[in-house]
């Protein structure tokens, strides 16, 4: 039998995010071919294209948007890049998924929102809770009312990894709240389907602390209290780099009762010797704990592109995302809570004031 | 053999705590011999006398205070009636095992502590987490340093109760985040080995609307989030009443790894139906869930008496805790986070500026 | 107040199991007092006695049974010894609770039971699952038909110990199908409500491989498959020694659902870091794992010493524990499955033919 | 960039089975296209092809094994029909993948393999839990030594759809210990690397009670006691049609410690109410179960026929799971354990004396 011509995609940023995503194109979804995974590093490019077993390596970003075989990209690239590749695809005609945070301002998330309408592509964001299986789950139950009304929630990411050091610069990175805890801010608000309203901040360096000597403002730990419309609580907290692993869980309070979501169990096993007692593997990466997100991700991306499906996630809740990380970052410079929804700033330094 | 004479307790309150204390008193612990269990209230007196199997109702307090066959007393009636309670058994020589909050004011606490002090009576405070097993193994593992060094803590508590009439009245009460989360704060500070320095709280009435008529400031959620000494951040939660049982559990995130503490299981079964998928029994008491906490401090508080050990839980612990929920109170009301310690404010309007 | 009398025990036999028993009357139970923890070895006289802060060792048994202060023994002595100790103290008019298993033969069994009835005592058997709180909830599950119709149970015991070595001798044991796993075949027919009807066994001698040069018949590893009454399947599987710790658990099938037992977890805490992944204790011992059910246990004997309860666990429930264990020896012996009930075979081989 | 051609899979039979293995080489696997799925039966044909949205039903199953454009073909279809269609299949030239049981005796099973054997093509066996995630995990972590010398296994199979009426006949299916525990019986001899030696069983019929109305050797529960080489210990269990969905669960014991394999939980989510404590979902269907093994399998069929890796599961592999099953079948008719290997005694009678 005959099967369709797949949908061409091309990868842009050649790091782990990027891999990934290239991963689920190239071996995991029939409809789509991976058309180019791009990196300007030429060193980054070629061991993803090695890796890939692609037959050559990308590193001119302008060429792979301009040619015809890449209907969609993925912008896996640092978040001050965001706005001008989003923009540019745009124009070029193709389609967008993009990783998170959106952008570095409210003001630049605009833009590339505006840039996509006006070009007709998708702008899809790169929030992959909302399409792991435990997550969709949860909502369901949600919507059901099996716990009755919403009363609290606490998400929390915490990850192996630290940063990278362009990361550590304010002006090229909003730092851990945004990089880390934006999928928090997304999976509040899917889940509840309530927007923020005040958010507090308090944040401390307490494992990576040869980062302060770079960096004053640097810290690794976050818990991010805040209101929701309705008076719903929310408490988010992020921790990264953490040794132990990568782990990301929700717990809603109902009137009725309380649902839990995520497990650090990985696996399905467990040991037991007089040594340690019960031992179970858990998560150790991001890209075990959502591989099936970022599949389904994937594929969603993939159907949109091919009519089959409207994009779940978009600019706006990318938008959204960003603005609740940018209030956190001002409440930690102010020592204050902060009101939502805030007011676009313009750029020079960022939507925080 | 002979045993020896059992140590004389009298349990002052005739509600839910009094009787658990009282059970243990008369049916759990042979050195001890439940001497009375006192209401004001005669119709709670004689039934708790019946449901205790004594063959008579005690209501005169001072007359229990100055039976010589009394050596120590529990104190399980509301907030407001603590200081003058204590001080009172203080000067009657009778060790004193007091229910949680301690006070209404520092002031207070500070007296109930010099009372005590100068009497030559043990004050213990009745922070049954301290004395629960999972608890007790976790704070080893800490001190073992298995996680390594803390980084953050999570705390929470929720019960099925709404809280007495009474209780609304913040002239007679400091409400959920004393009366509640008390045990939350005495944990964090037990297990990290930190004071609190920084505290802010968001709270809301989500479930028990109908209070709001009469006292506006009712709120039956709460989020707590602080600072401990050297940085390390804390979340402790609060809802009251919850319908799905009760339920207190923490999270301690170390930069090797993270412990939990707790379980909302009660039991060691479950059923799996096609219909429901895996079922495990929930605590839906505090009565169960730390059915073990109370009596082993219910025989610390004997062993105290007896001369074999020396109180593991103090006034001054009392007190600290007392501080950080005055220190949430006050940032409720005025939306502003609270530095700790707090000064001393005298009574008349609490220490809560 | 005044407190009762309390009822005097006396515990035959000071190794583990009757210093278990014995801290429960002496620390545990104010209705009780222990009069005596008896061992004829004097050194394990002298070591009971300190462990329990009493007065005074016991060596002498009869002495002990002639005791006007003792009103009820625990037998906790090896097998052999079980039928003597049984018939001579309720001829002195003790009541009597008996550890497993009841006897080296049915016939003798039908003494014990024999000379209970005629010296109006109670005969209760120590099978302590029954007594602890999970397979008290079981039981109330199945009888309420939340798993429909019974189909399969499977039940198992696992412990850290190698038997003593008067145990490996299988005219004065009948070795772990018997020490350890009666209290399997109790548990199966005390959840189901049916008896055993046929059984086949397997086993294998594969950790203490060194006790086969005594022994050549030993075993430390064993599988009972067996039929109840209405063809519902079963299988009981032994190990001990096993390194890892103390382990009961059972699983029952029925037509709508299936029900889980016990877990190897003993308590609410675990951790996770990165060289193990979440690691939770596990019970190292039959003492921590029972130690609820031991305790109500020994409570329930002292409410039918005072005449508040009847035997829930009687001298017919040890003799029909003893048939099942019989019956498995026979399997293992002849290759084949036996079909029950047995018929009473004398003492001079045991019952086994 | 080019993708290279597809591998050509005909999958033979259009029921539950062959449509999970269609899927995945029609939507999951690049490397595969799906060539037909053909089923004699016209509206089964029909359905399949519609539920893969193919262009066109296949009914004609020789004409399937003779098109050039198919390299292997699965084989889902009853297992009286194995030997004719994997002979065939393999005298075409086609690989095979063969879902189990192999046959319906041990000659047959030699047929099969020497026929694979002579064309020069793969015959893989489909038991797909040697692809699943915590299988693998678990057989790395035995040959590791984590729980040391292997002393005992436990597997059970239980799922929830009574057997079609075909498969009631004797003379065309094996029943439930071949047609379930096979998974059962190879996940044993894989994981402990050992072969059955001896085998008893005991079954009955429990739930679909008007079966027993057309075939009174019907038993819907099962218990087999098996001995492996060196000894170990082995029980599997049984039960189709239950209730509560499907499970699939191991647990080996060793020296050392004890193995968990496999969980009744299909997500890590929870939620507690009131009404019903914790629940959580539990797997429905081996569909679910095992869709992760079940594509891993037949992404090595295709890796084996693209020449990058070579089959893991043999032949020879289901002849042994064949032979077990038979034992049981032979220990059910006698009442007695059955010694293996048993001898091939031809077809008439099938390999059961």
Redesign the interface.
């Known amino acids: ?3 369709r011509k ?1 949908v061409g995609i091309a990868v842009i940023g050649g790091g782990r995010a990027g891999r990934v995503h290239a991963r689920n194109f ?5 409809d789509a ?4 995974i791009v990196d300007t590093d030429p060193h980054t490019a070629a061991e993803a294209a090695q890796e890939l077993e ?2 050559r390596a990308w590193t001119d970003v302008d060429a792979v948007l301009e040619d015809p075989a890449v209907d969609g990209v993925v912008i896996t690239t640092p978040t001050f890049t965001h706005e001008e590749l989003a923009v540019k695809a745009a124009r070029a005609g193709k389609h967008i998924l993009c990783e998170k945070p959106m952008a570095l301002t409210l003001a630049a998330a605009d833009r590339m929102i505006a840039a996509a309408r006006e070009a007709g592509v998708h702008l899809q964001m790169a929030f992959m809770r909302r399409f792991s ?2 997550f969709r ?2 909502r369901q ?1 949600i919507h059901e009312g ?4 919403l ?2 929630v ?1 998400s929390l990411t ?1 990850g ?1 990894g630290l940063p990278p050091p362009w990361a550590w610069d304010e002006s090229l990175s909003l730092g851990m709240v945004a990089e880390v805890n934006s999928h928090d801010f997304d999976a509040v608000r899917w889940l509840t389907g309530r927007e923020f309203t ?1 958010i ?1 901040a ?6 990576a602390r040869h980062v302060l000597n770079e960096q004053p403002a640097f810290y690794d ?3 991010v ?3 929701l419309e309705g ?5 988010i ?1 992020g ?1 990264c780099p ?4 990568y ?1 990301a869980r929700m717990e809603i ?1 109902g ?20 040594e ?7 998560f ?1 990466s991001w890209r075990d704990r959502f591989r099936e997100g970022y599949l389904a991700e994937d594929r969603h991306f993939v159907d949109c592109i091919l009519g089959r499906a409207t994009p779940e996630v978009t600019g706006e809740d990318g938008r959204r995302a960003l603005e609740a990380a940018l209030a956190a970052i001002q409440s930690l410079r102010t ?3 902060v009101d939502l929804p805030m007011a676009v700033q313009g750029d020079a330094t960022g939507d925080v004031a």
């Open positions: 039998m005959t099967r797949p190239r071996y995991h979804i029939p071919a991976l058309a180019a692609l037959e299986p435990e789950a949860a139950q099996t716990i009755g009304e009363m609290q606490r915490r192996p005040r507090y308090e944040a401390a360096c307490l494992k730990n976050i818990i209290t805040a209101r008076g719903v609580l929310v408490t907290d921790s953490v040794e132990y692993g782990d309070l009137t009725r009762g309380v649902l839990f979501v995520g497990d650090v169990r990985s696996m399905a096993t467990g040991v037991v010797t007089r340690q007692g019960l031992v179970q593997p858990n150790s020592g204050r809570p």
